[in-house]
């Protein structure tokens, strides 16, 4: 039997299908480093709302996470440390940002969370979909 391919031509195409608003999204990274980055601006990208976003924290303005902040797609926030961005605060402080504060870092692991990086550049890293989001 033929084995799928897990490669895609871009960070586009890897989240095509596959993201929808309300999902649950863990996250790799610590601060800006490990990150994402080219599947954080293809997430931002799709236009996805009402976002649930688990990850050590939440970037800085206009950079990491802090990109869907900023397109006002995340409601929910897991988070270690959420100290260096304004906007996250701002958020927060005005109720449209619901924030589960200060999990420690293995506290993601018994809440059923995985949090991985394949990638410390950031371009080829994984934003892992809780098991929940895909079809039986």
Request: proline content about 2%; overall charge negative.
């Amino acid at each position: 039997a033929a084995v799928a391919s897990k490669l895609y031509g871009s960070a586009t195409e890897a989240l095509a299908g596959i993201v929808q608003d309300g999902m649950t999204i863990a996250v790799g990274g610590f601060g800006l480093s490990g990150n994402p980055t080219n599947l954080i601006r293809a997430l931002r990208d799709s236009g996805a709302k009402n976002l649930t976003i688990v990850s050590n924290n939440m970037g800085v303005d206009g950079k990491g996470l802090g990109l869907l902040l900023e397109n006002q797609q995340v409601s929910k926030v897991l988070a270690s440390y959420v100290g260096e961005n304004k906007l996250f605060a701002e958020q927060y402080l005005d109720g449209t940002l619901d924030v589960d504060f200060l999990i420690p870092r293995d506290g993601f692991v018994s809440k059923g969370y995985t949090i991985r990086n394949t990638d410390e550049g950031g371009d080829f890293a994984v934003i892992t979909l809780t098991a929940s989001n895909f079809p039986a």
